[in-house]
């Protein structure tokens, strides 16, 4: 019906603007946090290092190579604070547009993996995350690393299935722009070498060729920041990361899914894990052949994921939600087809109900509750220090 038919158009432009008004609502009442006032610290410094008989005020750049994060999103800030100012919601404003731009293209993904409907519920599940929520209002690179990951996952998709060659363009420059905001957009690049070798065989030269040249691309455009590295890296690292245990794993899912929750909610969600697994095992949900659909989403899920956690219990301890945050659009895809081939008949809507519900009920706690493990109150520090 016309109704129907418009209701299906109209569907994507309400979940773009309810995922705005999530993102942008109320968006500096939280004080800004250490890793956010190392952001401003970095973007104000100067693109060229001073020099001076009595100090030396390194580049961007070079604080950059020294630290744990590439330049890409410092100097994106840096341009930002020239023309706008350091007020929080402004800071905090390029996260939320680039958290916003990730809906579309999230139903983009999933409406070229699976259907329309599936990509709808995805983009659902991604506007309505309180984890993706919680970056988006954040003076950091994380929005923008899940946006470039998805765009060239997104363009991996239309170069090796549609054979486009535009595909390629839009997954090397989303590749190139994800490396250098975060160092853990190479997790999903890795995902997306493995998915290509593991399909080698039947892709041919046609596609491989075209593959091979947008990853030289990709590292050839990388060269100037590796000298930099070579000069400047110091080293740097998280030292509140620990290494990973048997509950690690959960933890993560239950950030990725229902936000940051306090103590006493996580310990309910954990106890309940048990059973969710059960119910998805009798659901017959384990098991299956995957196309090449899920084949791909598997391996952007799991690469990332297993690689980190075997260089945490080999190297040094990186496992940490908001690094893995690339694994999220993967994820909320999975859930969604879950959904749609588990939940039958007219509990349908109510599973997708209940799944909105829990998110929001996270999105609840992750805002109001004192003991979020993610907020760093630093109003009440300089309140009182200004009445001392």
């Known amino acids: 019906t016309t109704v129907a038919r418009w209701a299906n158009r109209l569907a994507l432009p309400c979940l ?40 030396h005020t390194p580049s961007l750049f070079q ?4 630290d744990v994060h590439p330049p890409g999103y410092l100097l994106l800030l840096h341009e930002w604070i020239a023309r706008f100012g350091t007020d929080t919601v402004v800071l905090r404003l390029p996260s939320e547009l680039a958290a916003i731009a990730t809906i579309p293209v999230l139903y983009l993904l999933a409406r070229r993996l699976y ?89 041919g030269r046609g596609v491989l060729v075209p ?64 059973l969710l697994v059960f119910l998805a095992l009798a659901a017959g949900s384990f098991g299956a052949h995957p196309s090449w659909r899920g084949l791909l989403l598997w391996t952007l899920f799991l690469v990332p994921t297993i690689g980190v956690f075997a260089l945490s219990l080999t190297w040094k301890p990186m496992v940490s939600a908001r690094y893995l945050t690339v694994v999220t659009p993967a994820l909320f895809i999975l859930l969604a087809v879950a959904v749609e081939r588990i939940v039958r008949g007219p509990i349908h809507l109510a599973a997708i109900a209940l799944i909105a ?32």
């Open 357 to 388: 519900t829990l998110m929001l009920l996270g999105l609840g706690v992750e805002r109001t509750s004192p003991y979020n493990p993610a907020a760093e109150d630093f109003h009440q520090v300089a309140d009182y220090i200004h009445a001392h």
């Open 211 to 274: 593959a091979a040249s947008a990853v030289a691309f990709v590292s050839v455009a990388y060269l100037p920041w590796i000298w930099m590295l070579v000069h400047f890296y110091r080293g740097a690292g998280d030292p509140n990361l620990a290494a990973p245990d048997a509950y690690t794993p959960l933890l993560l899912l239950t950030d990725f899914l229902l936000g940051y929750l306090n103590v006493a909610a996580t310990s309910q969600v954990m106890a309940a894990w048990p």
């Open 63 to 66: 604080a950059a190579a020294a």
């Open 115 to 203: 259907s329309h409907h599936i990509g709808l519920l995805a983009s659902a599940l991604g506007a309505a995350s309180p984890f993706w929520i919680w970056h988006a209002q954040e003076a950091r690179m994380y929005s923008f690393l899940v946006l470039f990951g998805t765009a060239a996952t997104l363009g991996l998709v239309y170069a090796i299935e549609d054979r486009h060659i535009w595909g390629w363009i839009l997954f090397a420059l989303a590749t190139g722009l994800g490396i250098y905001v975060h160092y853990f957009a190479f997790a999903v690049l890795a995902a997306h070498l493995v998915y290509i070798v593991i399909r080698a065989s039947r892709l």
């Open 16 to 55: 773009v603007a309810v995922a705005a008004a999530l993102r942008l609502y109320d968006a500096g009442r939280l004080s800004l946090r250490l890793d956010e006032g190392q952001s401003l610290h970095f973007a104000l410094l100067p693109l060229k290092p001073y020099d001076a008989t009595y100090q």
